[in-house]
């Protein structure tokens, strides 16, 4: 497969089946491999055993702070409630000053809110008018394709979070852009 003009990487997989574990294992793997990594993760938070919300790590201050906390309804499109805070630390780690040295924007997670022109959807569409650095989506298996069909016209593939090659077709693509930036 050819790489050289992926700009926008699709990082799947099912709901809570550890899409984000999967990109901070990548984030560590690039980092150790010299490339500069920005963006968020939003890593669930847990109770014991119970989902209790989701918080909001910079990728390159790591700073971190609560995103989403369970609202207590049992209602699952309405679980949780977004945080003022944690949207803007996110939209912070995402904006071009924040990213402008990065080789690769991590944006976890590309859902729902975001396919409703919500959450990161603007700084998404503002990196990749703006930035030269390639972009990965966290997205969950039943919206790939829907976030696929939004950026069709941008080169991009679609990886499998849960596949440890995934982490080295990633390498490889930043190596490909490196090479081509020489």
């Known amino acids: 497969m050819v790489f050289e003009r992926t700009r926008l990487i699709f990082w799947t997989g099912r709901k809570h089946s550890g899409k984000t574990t999967g990109a901070a294992r990548l984030v560590k793997a690039a980092r150790a491999k010299g490339y500069c990594i920005a963006g968020l993760l939003a890593p669930a938070v847990y109770h014991g055993s119970t989902l209790t919300g989701f918080d909001a790590v910079d990728l390159q201050s790591r700073q971190r702070t609560a995103l989403a906390r369970d609202n207590g309804s049992d209602d699952t499109t309405g679980r949780f409630d977004f945080l003022a805070e944690g949207l803007r630390l996110g939209n912070a780690s995402l904006r071009a000053a924040s990213t402008k040295s990065a080789d690769l924007v991590v944006v976890d997670e590309f859902g729902p809110l975001e396919m409703n022109c919500q959450g990161w959807r603007q700084a998404v569409e503002l990196l990749l008018q703006s930035s030269e650095a390639i972009i990965l989506l966290v997205v969950r298996r039943e919206l790939a394709e829907q976030v696929q069909h939004l950026y ?13 090659e995934s982490i080295d077709t990633v390498i490889s693509i930043l190596e490909g852009r490196r090479q081509q930036v020489r």
Do not use: D, P
């Not at 016209?153 to 440890?164: D, F, G, H, K, T």
């Open 152 to 164: 069709g016209n941008i080169a991009s593939v679609r990886l499998a979070a849960a596949e440890a």
